[in-house]
């Protein structure tokens, strides 16, 4: 099992430009999420989705999309990256609906916009 | 709106010392409450935590709830430079699976 996978590990943007970042999980895990850590703030919620065809906002989503057409993938999209969007950015999935289970943090892409 | 509130929010100590770190909430229909460890990576998961009183035990680490005065501690004893790390403490709303982070606790622990 690879887990949670994230490409790219790093990227660059220019404002104004758009891209994609990717989250995969060979799990089968019902629920992933998005996620965006900056400095001295925590990880702050940007989307999540509880399954395929189902997404729903998180506690910081303005600027970004998300869709879930299969259980593995959930892409996030910046449409028009702003400077303020230069974090770091975690992917995580669970199953759903097991008390026990937890989140399982993809390694991270590390975004920067000039 | 859902605050976890974490304190102190950074901590140097030397190997040896044992800490106590702590992490206070405001949830609605709280559901759960998370450690996690980060060192450079992502997030690595320590201890989920339901009932009251109940102390969950790792090693060194060790963490207990408090569901009436809506906090948890997260131990650690005998603290090794290994244990230099942000520690993340969340709480998870029941029904929706929504994780609301603190800020964090940066460890530092000095040889």
Known sequence: NAGVTQTPKFQVLKTGQSMTLQCAQDMNHEYMSWYRQDPGMGLRLIHYSVGAGITDQGEVPNGYNVSRSTTEDFPLRLLSAAPSQTSVYFCASSSWGRVTDTQYFGPGTRLTVL | ?111
């Open chain 2, 1 to 111: 709106e859902d605050k976890v509130v974490q304190s102190p929010l950074s901590l140097v100590v030397h190997e040896g010392d044992t800490v106590t770190l702590n992490c206070s909430y405001e949830v609605t229909n709280f559901r759960s409450l998370l450690w996690y460890k980060q060192e450079k990576k992502a997030p690595t998961f320590l201890f989920m935590l339901t009932s009251s009183g109940i102390e969950k035990k790792s090693g060194r680490l060790s963490s207990i709830l408090d569901k009436k005065e809506l906090f948890s501690i997260l131990n650690i004893t005998a603290t090794q430079t290994g244990d230099s790390a942000i520690y993340l403490c969340a709480v998870e709303r029941g029904s929706n699976y929504k994780l609301t982070f603190g800020k964090g606790t940066l460890l530092t622990v000095n040889p």
